[in-house]
């Protein structure tokens, strides 16, 4: 199955202070196994940054100045998320932001129920117990010593194998098909890697035994 592991980083908390996200970042899971397949893009929100999100992730006016709107990265970004199951930490507020835009250029908004909140199975799993994305990665000893920001690629990257352990999914999920005959595939990552069952000739079965009998005789007889 496909899901799409998301993160946005937004000018502020609330859209009801008319806050807008400044960056999308997703990354593609097929069956808990990241593709290649990356969605990024900063954004101008078309308004000021305020000081307490500047502190978080880092993007000021200037560097957004010059970014595409988010009504012109809209159809590429739905295109990415389409029929896909979408998994977010704390989704309440990304799904309230992306919906927000979304409704200003009059395009469907995210259903929850197309949503896992990785916020909510930690709470469930971990009662009492902090919650956060740094204090899961220090849980299940994700190295996150690159997150010196939020940056919605990188949260992205760490989230995947989060949600992997909070499933816990130890090691990715492989899919085996059976071919013809006893040759055994196992694809991941695009890649294909053979296991051959070789059946022995008669011949070298005829040695073995000799081989065995000698070995026999020799230690005990």
Avoid: W
């Avoid at 202070?17 to 808990?32: F, K, S």
């Avoid at 101008?44 to 957004?64: C, I, M, Q, W």
């Avoid at 899919?175 to 005959?181: A, I, S, Y």
């Avoid at 051959?196 to 065995?212: D, G, Q, T």
């Amino acid at each position: 199955m496909k899901e799409i592991v998301l993160d946005t980083e937004t000018t502020g908390l609330s859209v009801k202070d008319g806050h807008r996200i400044v960056e999308i970042g997703c990354i593609e899971l097929d069956n808990l196994i990241p593709t290649k397949n990356v969605f990024h893009a900063y954004l101008n929100p078309e308004r000021k940054v305020s000081e307490s999100a500047l502190k978080v992730h880092g993007y000021t006016d200037e560097f957004l100045s010059d970014k595409k709107r988010f009504i012109d990265i809209a159809d590429e970004f739905l295109n990415f998320i389409k029929d896909k199951r979408i998994v977010i930490h704390n989704a309440e507020f990304d799904v309230g932001h992306l919906n927000n835009e979304l409704k200003m250029i009059n395009r469907n908004i995210i259903v929850k129920e197309n949503v896992v909140d990785t916020l909510e199975i930690a709470r469930n799993k971990f009662p009492g117990s902090a919650i956060s994305l740094d204090a899961l990665c220090k849980r299940f000893r994700v190295d996150n010593s690159r997150r010196k920001k939020h940056t919605a690629l990188i949260d992205c990257e760490l989230l995947s194998k989060v949600y992997i352990n909070l499933l816990d999914q130890k090691e990715p999920i492989f899919q085996f098909e059976k071919n013809k005959g006893l040759e055994q595939t196992k694809k991941i990552d695009n890649f294909i890697y053979s296991k051959k069952v070789i059946k022995i000739s008669n011949e070298e079965m005829k040695i073995h035994k000799k081989f065995l009998e000698k070995e026999l005789k020799k230690n005990f007889f």
